[in-house]
C-alpha cells in the first residue's frame, strides 16, 4: 500500500484518530517535502520506504537521531497498521513491529528468541526440532531469555495483526518444556510408552515419568530398548536426583512414587523378600476379593521381621508379638487383625493360610452408663448450644459479622453452655450469678454481651425477653466530664468548627481526663488547652496521653487562628451551608496568614508564598516544596468554596485563584 494512500485514508479517519493519526500524517507530509514531491504522488510502499530510510541514516537528514528514528517509526507502524507484511525489509523487526502494535506491549521480546537462530533463517522455517536443538545447547542462564524469546514468538499466533503479516510458520511449534515436563525432556522406550498409554491414574503417569528420567540418569535404563522388567529391576535403591541435577524431591515422595509404580506394574516387589511378600500377596488379594484388611499388617509385618509367612503363623506367634508390643492400644489392633485374617478363609486361596485359624478375638471395651445427671446435664448443654447457634443466626442477619459475633457473645455463651442455660433461660439472676463467678476483667465484656442482647429483644419482638431478663448497662464514664466553668466554651468552640459526633466525643473525653488530672474543675477551657502534658499523669489514662495530647493541640490550633469578623462570618456561613471540619478549608487558609479579611487571598499573595516555601535562603537547606503542595490543596479546596451558592450570595469570597504554578 502506498503512503499516498495511507494518508487518503487517515484523512478519511480511517483506523487512526486523535494524536496519532495527526501524527501520521505530519510525517508523511514532512516525507513529500523531503522527496520533493506532492503527498498524492507519494510511492514508497513496504518495504520501499525503510529500505529508502535506514534505522542509522539520521545525520544525512539532517535531523537528530531521537527525533529522526521516532519520525521513522510512526510511519512504520502506519504501514503495518494499514497493510501488515515486512514493512522493515528484515521478517524480524517486521513480527517485533506487530508484537508492539499488536498487544500494545512497550517493547518486543523477540530478539531474546531470534538471535540464537542461524542466520539467516526467517521466521516461517522455524520448527520444534530447530528450536529443542538450540535449547538443549544454550547454558543456563542465555537458555533463560530465549525461553522468554520463544514464549512471545508463540504469542504470535493469537495476535491477529501478526497473523495477518504472513510470516509466521504455516504450523505453531510446540512449547518448550520445563523442568518438570519429564515426558519431553528425554527419552522413553517403545515398550514403557505404550504401556504409559494404559495407565488411567494420574499419579501412576506422573510416577513413571519422573522415574524414568531418574533411571536414565543413573545409567540403570537407556531409554531405547527398556522393557517393563528392565523398569521393575531398576527402581530399588535409586540416588538422590538432586546428586544427578535433577529437580529434589523429598525421600516420601520419592518412595510414594516408587510405591505407585510397582502397583501398576504388579508382580513381586523387587523391595520385599519372599516372606514379606508373600503378605503383601495376601492383602492384595484380600482387597482385590472386598475384604476388610485395615489391621492385618498389626501382625503381619512383626511376622514377616521374625520370618514367619502367613501360611504359618500360630496362636502362639500372635500372642508373642503382642507380648512384645509397647503401646497399650496395640494388643487390640492385633486382634482386630487376627479376627480379619481368620475372616479370609475360604475368600483366599487355602494355600495362604495356615491350616487352623488363630482363633483370638477382640472383645470391645464396655462403656459405663452415665449417671441420670450427667446424662441431665449434657443435655442441658446440647440444648444450649443449639439456642445460641439460633441467637447467633439472628445477629448475622442484621448484618454482623462471624468475628463480631463471636468477640461480643462468646463469653456469656460459653458461661450459660457450662451452666446448660439456652439464652431463653437467662434471668437476672442467673446473669447476677454468672457475672459473680467472672473475673473482674472479663466483667466488662459480659456486661457488653447482655447491652447487645437487650438492644436485639427491643428491635426483634422474638427476643423481647430480653428486655425483662437482663440488666440495663449503661455506658460509664471513666472520667468526671467536662467541667462546668468551661464546658459553654467547648460547645461553642465545637459548633464553630461544625465538628463530627466523633471528635465532639474525645474532645470531651480528653479535656474531662485532663480536667480530672489536674484537680482543677474551675479552670477556663484556653488553659485546658494550652497545658503541657509532659509532666502530667493521666492516671490509668496515660497509655492515651499522645492522643488527648493531640486532640487539645488541634482545639488550640483552631483557636488561636487570627481570627477577625469577616473571617469569623465566613467560617459561619460555610458551618451552615453544612460543610464538616474536615472539608471546610477556611481555618487550614487563615493558618497562612493571608490577611484581616478574605479577599485578600489573591493570585499574586499566592505566588509570593509559594516562592517564599519553596526558597532555600528562607527554608534551607532544601526548600519546604511538601508545605508549598499542602497550600496548593488548601487553596484548591477554598476555590471550590464557589460551587456553594449560600456561601457565593455572602459576597465574602475572593475571586478564584486557580493554579498558583
Partial sequence: MKLCDIHAALEAGQLLSGDRAFATLVAIEQLAAIEGIPVRTLGLAAPQFAQAYPLRDAPKMGMGRPRYQAWRKTILDAQMLFDPGDVDGDSWISLARAEILGVGKPGAKLYNFWKHLPAGTPPRDVTETLVGEI????????????????????????????????????TKPARLPKEHDHFRLVPMAPDLRDWRTT????????????????CLAAGRLNGKTD?????????????????????????VVLRAYVTQLLRALGGPDPHLNSVEQSWLDLRTAARAAGCETSEIWAIGKPAAARGIPP?????????DIMRSYRLNSMPATCRKGCMQFDALRGIVPETALPPEPLGIRHIP????????????????ATRARHGWKSLYVAFHARGWSSAKVSNTLAPLKARCVAAGHAPEDLTLDIFR??????????????????????????????????????????????????????????????????????????????????????????ISLADVLRMDLSDLDLGKHEPRK????GKLQSLCGFLDLPWTPAWRELQAVVVTSGLGAKDNPVPKVLAWHPGAAPNGVS???????????????????????????????????????HDLPQVVASGLLPQKIGAIR
Fill in 135 to 170: 535449547f538443549r545447547a544454550l547454558p543456563e542462564d542465555r537458555a533463560k531469555r530465549f525461553r522468554v524469546g520463544f514464549a512471545s514468538f508463540l504469542q504470535l499466533f493469537d495476535n491477529d495483526l501478526a497473523r495477518r503479516t504472513g510470516l509466521l510458520p504455516a
Fill in 199 to 214: 495407565l488411567s491414574a494420574r499419579k501412576s503417569v506422573n510416577a513413571l515419568d519422573y522415574l524414568n528420567r531418574l
Fill in 227 to 251: 522393557a517393563l522388567e528392565d523398569l521393575r529391576h531398576s527402581l530399588p535403591n535409586l540416588p538422590n536426583p538432586e546428586s544427578l541435577g535433577l529437580p529434589p524431591l523429598t525421600e
Fill in 311 to 319: 501360611s504359618r503363623i500360630t496362636a502362639a506367634d500372635v500372642t
Fill in 365 to 380: 471395651r464396655r462403656r459405663v452408663a452415665r449417671t441420670p445427671e450427667a446424662e441431665q446435664a449434657r443435655r442441658a
Fill in 433 to 522: 450469678t454468672l457475672e459473680a463467678g467472672t473475673p473482674t476483667a472479663e466483667q466488662p465484656r459480659l456486661r457488653n454481651a447482655a447491652r447487645h442482647l437487650r438492644a436485639l429483644g427491643q428491635d426483634d419482638p422474638g427476643y423481647a425477653m430480653f428486655c425483662h431478663s437482663l440488666p440495663h448497662i449503661r455506658t460509664q464514664r471513666t472520667h468526671g466530664g467536662v467541667p462546668e466553668s468551661c464546658a459553654g466554651e467547648l460547645e461553642e468552640l465545637l459548633d464553630c468548627m461544625n465538628a463530627a459526633p466523633t471528635t465532639r466525643r474525645s474532645a470531651r473525653v480528653a479535656i474531662g481526663v485532663v480536667v480530672d488530672a489536674l484537680g482543677r474543675p474551675d
Fill in 546 to 549: 499522645k492522643s488527648h495530647a
Fill in 603 to 641: 493570585l499574586a499573595w499566592a505566588q509570593q508564598l509559594d516562592r517564599k516555601l519553596r526558597s532555600t535562603l528562607h527554608n534551607p537547606p532544601h526548600g519546604r516544596a511538601d508545605f508549598a503542595q499542602s497550600l496548593a490543596r488548601n487553596l484548591a479546596a477554598f476555590d471550590r468554596l
